[in-house]
């Protein structure tokens, strides 16, 4: 006889919810009243799709993860090229989707838009075609990406902040509310500005509350010194970081290549 840990939780629909017969529906999914889910969609385990959601199709949800009211999963790009090909979007596990959020489906550039895991994004967030956002990203109200973004992961974006499209944000960055992001904004930097953003220094309390240890921060520290406040070029500054035998940690090393591979150019 199994246990009743062990037994799986059904599946709930809501009468007035319209789920197309190709959809997949792991154990404990509930669809609430006057949801819409579309043809090739799945849905991972203990998801719950809030009232009034619309998932048009081709879309990957994971498991436990909470869609609220209204939001709207996986339409068409809105890219004048889209041609109608297919396309999908993913969205990782234990993501939280509030109230009226966006998410577009990819394009032929690269078939697909994804969001990861632990994610939350707040209230009339827009993830537009092509993005790409890592773990643990947190997107707060009314903040719209065009397409072709990369946020990586454990980045925090403040409200109404606005992104141009194919810019990259590197991992445990932080972004100021109203900003108006152009380029690229390296990792471990908090970064804040309209019309024109700006470096502000490390994203410190950030980096301790994930857990660095104070010699990487410190190793941090002197490197952003040396590339945005020595005076030194981009290219002389990365020397001279590189030449440092005391900033050898893959923290620095991945700062570095972050800001020698930006095709945006950097925001400093």
Not at 153 to 171: F, K, P, T, Y
Not at 229 to 241: H, P
Request: glycine share 10%.
């Amino acid at each position: 006889m199994k246990r009743v840990a062990d037994v799986a939780a059904p599946v709930v629909i809501h009468e007035t919810a319209i789920v197309h017969p190709s959809a997949a529906l792991d154990h404990g999914v509930e669809i609430e009243p006057f949801a819409i889910v579309g043809r090739g969609v799945t849905i991972g385990a203990n998801t719950r799709i809030g009232p009034r959601v619309f998932v048009e199709k081709d879309t990957t949800i994971g498991s436990d993860c909470r869609i609220a009211n209204g939001a709207v999963l996986g339409t068409d790009p809105q890219d004048l090229k889209y041609e109608g090909e297919q396309t999908f979007l993913h969205v990782g596990d234990r993501t939280v989707i509030r109230e009226f959020a966006t998410l577009n489906r990819g394009t032929s550039a690269s078939g697909r838009t994804v969001v990861g895991s632990d994610c939350l994004l707040m209230a009339y967030a827009h993830i537009a075609h092509d993005c790409e956002l890592g773990n643990h990203v947190v997107v707060a109200n009314a903040t719209n990406m065009a397409g072709h973004v990369t946020i990586e992961d454990w980045v925090i974006l403040s409200g109404l902040v606005a992104i141009h499209q194919s810019v990259r944000i590197g991992s445990y960055a932080f972004v100021g509310g109203a900003s108006r992001i152009t380029q690229d904004i390296p990792p471990f930097c908090r970064a804040s500005g309209n019309p024109t953003p700006k470096l502000y220094g490390l994203n410190t309390v950030g980096l301790e509350r994930r857990g660095f240890s104070p010699e990487v921060r410190r190793s941090l520290k002197r490197a952003y010194r040396l590339l945005f406040q020595s005076g030194l070029n981009i290219s002389q500054a990365i020397d001279r970081v590189e030449s440092d035998p005391a900033l050898s940690q893959p923290e620095v090393g991945y700062f570095l290549d972050f800001i020698r591979n930006s095709e945006r150019g950097i925001t400093f």
